[in-house]
T-cell receptor, first 112, second 112 residues
Framework: DAGVIQSPRHEVTEMGQEVTLRCKPI?????LFWYRQTMMRGLELLIY????????DSGMPEDRFSAKMPNASFSTLKIQPSEPRDSAVYFC??????????FGNGTRLTVT | LAKTTQPISMDSYEGQEVNITCSHN???????ITWYQQFPSQGPRFIIQ???TKVTNEVASLFIPADRKSSTLSLPRVSLSDTAVYYC?????????????FGGGTRLMVKP
């Protein structure tokens, strides 16, 4: 099993640009989670899906952030327009109903 | 959701046993205790999970007293590669939306 795959590993963009982060969960996992990690705020849950349906998006910071899961093997997190304070490492994780979370290696986003 | 409290940081030396304690005074009947490990530039990785008494695997042991208001992660004979951040989470593993909040974690530094 390849684990949770995230792309890109690094993203550098200018303020105002659209950013799209991608995630492929582990096959067979029906839960998918997006987290953001910064030094100041630690690991924050942004949103999670069950069977491709968003269950809790209360952690999404504002309307500039959106997430989709069009099928069981793919999810995106989009920021439009991006701002410097969005700079962070974004993690995707997947699980089954009663398994631990399996994290990808993250996307390091830098917005200048 | 039960809140957890752990030391911010700990130092140790190679070959020593390290014990990291987590307090969770408001743990509920159905809650389990789960520990994750995070290396720099990687996502958190599941280490161990338990409900009561003692659980041991190839990586660590988890000690949980009868009142379950705290737990101790024990790492035997640590090496430099055990330098990482360790997170304690409490929640119902049968509810994937229940154990998603990561606290600040404990930053373990292992010195030669």
């Amino acid at each position: 099993d390849a684990g949770v795959i995230q792309s890109p590993r690094h993203e550098v963009t200018e303020m105002g640009q659209e950013v799209t982060l991608r995630c492929k969960p582990i096959s067979g996992h029906d839960y998918l989670f997006w987290y953001r990690q910064t030094m100041m705020r630690g690991l924050e849950l942004l949103i999670y899906f069950n069977n491709n349906v968003p269950i809790d998006d209360s952690g999404m910071p504002e309307d500039r952030f959106s997430a989709k899961m069009p099928n069981a093997s793919f999810s995106t997190l989009k920021i439009q327009p991006s701002e410097p304070r969005d700079s962070a490492v974004y993690f995707c994780a997947s699980s089954t109903a009663d398994s631990p979370l399996h994290f990808g290696n993250g996307t390091r986003l830098t917005v200048t | 959701l039960a809140k957890t409290t752990q030391p911010i940081s700990m130092d140790s030396y190679e070959g020593q046993e390290v014990n990291i304690t987590c307090s969770h005074n408001n743990i509920a009947t159905n809650d389990y205790i789960t520990w994750y490990q995070q290396f720099p530039s990687q996502g958190p990785r599941f280490i161990i999970q338990g409900y009561k008494t003692k659980v041991t695997n190839e990586v660590a042991s988890l000690f949980i007293p009868a009142d379950r208001k705290s737990s101790t992660l024990s790492l035997p004979r640590v090496s430099l590669s055990d330098t990482a951040v360790y997170y304690c989470l409490v929640g119902d593993p049968g509810d994937a939306g229940n154990m998603l909040t990561f606290g600040g974690g404990t930053r373990l530094m292992v010195k030669p």
